[in-house]
């Protein structure tokens, strides 16, 4: 009872694993089966929730801020260049709708997204983990903020940069970059590697990722040869030099995160047990709590 009276009934700020224990005991349940639901009929949305996730977190936090549409005073996030590929939106809509029926006004879109990565994750065959929730959905969502976004050309050194600001370690961006075990990369950004000679590609591989090119910059290349499942796969190919973006290759050039690939490669349990830690990590960055933030009615617009 002592746990009951401190931790759910006065609902202090904070993130927890059965934050909605008493107030939407079958949220959860209602976001895997949405995701489910939606997997099943198309494999490949898991990688692109997985990467709203990462979109989300890496701008303002994991906040929802991602999912906001533009207005005609304020150009939001997910018209940037960066964010326009993303898909999935109407899977976490979906979800979003169910719960409202359920317990109207008590998840976040924010809390959403976390649990639908996080299910897509075990859909496509990789760990089962529990995440922390109570995000509350962020106000703001600024096309200018996505500057901070990595690019598929960053080198190693930028990437360790890039997630050391949002605090994450070297080893923990590169199990973070073992995402892309799941999805494909477009044409456009991984073309500059194929004018001239890249010493980091495999030349018989360049000759793939030219193939794909040549049906234009939109066309899909995967990362790996299962690009569906969740596995270790993705590090095995950048052994073989055949990581697809400069971002994934430059992994195994650098001497600070070469250790990381070559383990990774070697084990996948010990990818699977690092990924489910640093994803749980990821998804706490910069939240907002309590009055920081709302709990939105619909995920695409501020109350």
């Known amino acids: 009872m002592?746990?009951?009276?401190?931790?759910?009934?006065?609902?202090?700020?904070?993130?927890?694993?059965?934050?909605?224990?008493?107030?939407?005991?079958?949220?959860?349940?209602?976001?895997k089966n949405a995701v489910d639901r939606a997997l099943d009929d198309d494999p490949t949305l898991a990688a692109a929730l997985v990467r709203m996730h990462f979109h989300d977190c890496f701008i303002e936090g994991c906040d929802g801020s991602v999912l906001i549409d533009s207005t005609q005073d304020n150009k939001a996030e997910k018209d940037s260049p960066g964010n326009l590929s993303l898909r999935g939106y109407e899977v976490i809509d979906d979800a979003k709708n169910q719960l409202?029926?359920?317990?109207?006004?008590?998840?976040?879109?924010?809390?959403?997204?976390?649990?639908?990565?996080?299910?897509?994750?075990?859909?496509?065959?990789?760990?089962?983990?529990?995440?922390?929730?109570?995000?509350?959905?962020?106000?703001?969502?600024?096309i200018e903020d996505t500057i901070?976004?990595?690019?598929?050309?960053?080198?190693?050194?930028?990437?360790?940069?890039?997630?050391g600001q949002r605090g994450f370690?070297?080893?923990?961006?590169?199990v973070l970059s073992g995402a892309h075990?799941?999805?494909?990369?477009?044409?456009?950004?991984f073309k500059s590697r194929l004018t001239g000679v890249d010493p980091t590609l495999d030349s018989d591989f360049a000759k793939t990722l030219s193939k794909t090119c040549s049906a234009g910059d939109?066309?899909?290349?995967?990362?790996?040869?299962?690009?569906n499942d969740f596995d270790n796969l993705y590090f095995n190919a950048l052994i073989r030099k055949a990581?697809?973006?400069?971002?994934?290759?430059?992994?195994?050039?650098?001497?600070?995160?070469?250790?990381?690939?070559?383990?990774?490669?070697?084990?996948?349990?010990?990818?699977?047990?690092?990924?489910?830690?640093?994803?749980?990590?990821?998804?706490?960055?910069?939240?907002?709590?309590?009055?920081?933030?709302?709990?939105?009615?619909?995920?695409?617009?501020?109350?």
């Open 148 to 163: 901070n976004l990595p690019f598929p050309t960053f080198n190693a050194s930028e990437l360790i940069r890039a997630f």
């Open 2 to 31: 002592e746990v009951i009276a401190s931790g759910f009934r006065f609902g202090v700020d904070g993130l927890r694993m059965d934050y909605y224990i008493m107030t939407c005991p079958f949220g959860e349940q209602i976001v």
């Open 181 to 189: 075990t799941i999805g494909v990369a477009r044409c456009s950004s």
């Open 243 to 303: 990581g697809v973006l400069f971002s994934d290759q430059t992994l195994l050039t650098n001497a600070k995160t070469r250790a990381a690939v070559n383990g990774y490669a070697m084990n996948q349990a010990m990818f699977f047990l690092d990924f489910q830690q640093a994803m749980v990590k990821m998804g706490m960055v910069d939240v907002k709590e309590g009055g920081k933030g709302e709990v939105r009615h619909n995920c695409r617009k501020i109350n």
């Open 218 to 227: 939109n066309a899909e290349q995967p990362f790996d040869a299962t690009r």
């Open 169 to 174: 370690t070297a080893q923990e961006m590169v």
């Open 100 to 142: 409202e029926e359920q317990c109207p006004g008590v998840v976040s879109c924010a809390d959403i997204i976390a649990m639908a990565a996080r299910d897509a994750i075990f859909w496509a065959g990789g760990p089962i983990y529990d995440i922390p929730k109570g995000r509350k959905d962020g106000r703001r969502s600024k």
